[in-house]
């Protein structure tokens, strides 16, 4: 007799989402016309505080999504999901997801949502540039209709110790890597965020090296997790969760999930990112999930999972070390984190 054990990231069906409850709430949304991280000292990251109950209710009260429907996407959505790729704990109240977000582009608050629905994503086009056969523009909608779509369960892991479990809608990376058709030099992957300190006022504080840049070497690129998100919750993604276009790496640390991309370069060289230029020893290249590297401020063995107050012992790579581990097979622990 042949007993399956279930796989650390792998969801019971009873806690999936049903898609015809995500097909329900975009007919509901069609007809009633809806259609950060903290400051520490010198503007480092810190460990963020819990939600209070005023913030909560005011996060379950508040329509972060109301603008989604306006998306030229909307009707894209939702998408077929693929059971490959899911998580054993309950997805994350929408709401909460909407409006619990780190976005320093808009501010340092988790609180930036109304804020963010200032941007423009639409003309919006994406740069294909470096070490190319040939650099090219290509418009999100273009976009959009080559690639093969399909949504993703990931749990979601912040460096500040916090955790969420997303239905994401998108396509795998490597469909933009055979898009893009970079030469044998290419080694690196950079990502640019868009900067436009008239509706980014958070582009506004000089102290920070604007633009956000993240990057992946081409292997991790390459690897069937990395993955590009158009959408979360049957939906197209909210402004303030980066929309059009986001990375989604899930078994590293979120800050490395960069937001509303507008350049993917291919580079020799290394990027350096956003953080790891503003304190390298804290904020690496790397930023792989693992819970015996503490942050040099705080511990990483636990998280606490946003819309409860459980703690529970953090996953190396966030659960999802089968299809990564060999990755880093030679690499010490610390620069899994740091270097």
Request: aromatic share 12%; glycine share 8%.
């Amino acid at each position: 007799m042949l007993i399956r054990r279930k796989r650390g990231w792998e969801l019971a069906e009873s806690q999936a989402t049903p898609e015809e409850i995500f097909r329900n709430r975009r007919r509901f949304m069609r007809t009633a016309g809806a259609g950060s991280l903290l400051l520490a000292g010198g503007g480092l990251l810190s460990a963020c505080e819990d939600m209070d109950g005023a913030n909560q209710a005011s996060a379950a009260e508040s329509d972060a999504f109301a603008q989604v429907a306006d998306d030229p996407s909307y009707e894209l959505y939702p998408l077929d999901r693929n059971s490959r790729y899911q998580a054993e704990r309950d997805i994350t109240e929408r709401e909460l997801a909407g409006t619990y977000t780190n976005f320093y582009e808009f501010g340092s608050s988790k609180n930036i949502w109304q804020k963010a629905q200032d941007m423009p994503i639409r003309p919006w086009s994406l740069r294909i540039e470096g070490e190319v056969e040939e650099p090219f523009d290509i418009d999100i909608d273009d976009l959009l209709a080559r690639m093969p779509l399909e949504e993703r369960i990931y749990r979601l892991r912040c460096v500040e110790a916090w955790s969420m479990v997303i239905p994401w809608s998108g396509f795998q990376l490597s469909h933009l890597l055979d898009l893009a058709r970079p030469t044998s030099n290419a080694r690196y992957i950079r990502f640019t965020t868009l900067e436009d300190s008239e509706v980014m006022p958070g582009q506004r504080a000089g102290w920070y090296p604007w633009p956000y840049i993240e990057g992946l070497t081409m292997e991790e690129a390459a690897n069937e997790l990395a993955f590009m998100g158009t959408g979360i919750y049957g939906a197209p993604l909210p402004k303030q969760n980066g929309a059009p276009l986001r990375l989604v790496v899930p078994w590293k640390y979120g800050f490395k999930s960069i937001k509303s991309v507008v350049s993917i370069a291919f580079t020799r060289e290394r990027p350096v990112s956003f953080w790891e230029e503003i304190a390298g020893n804290e904020y690496g290249f790397w930023a792989n999930v693992n819970p015996e590297v503490a942050h040099p401020r705080w511990s990483q063995a636990e998280e606490r999972v946003i819309g409860s107050d459980e703690k529970v012992p953090t996953e190396l790579y966030n659960g999802y070390g089968e299809y990564v581990a060999e990755l880093y097979a030679d690499m010490d622990q610390d620069e899994r984190l740091y270097r």
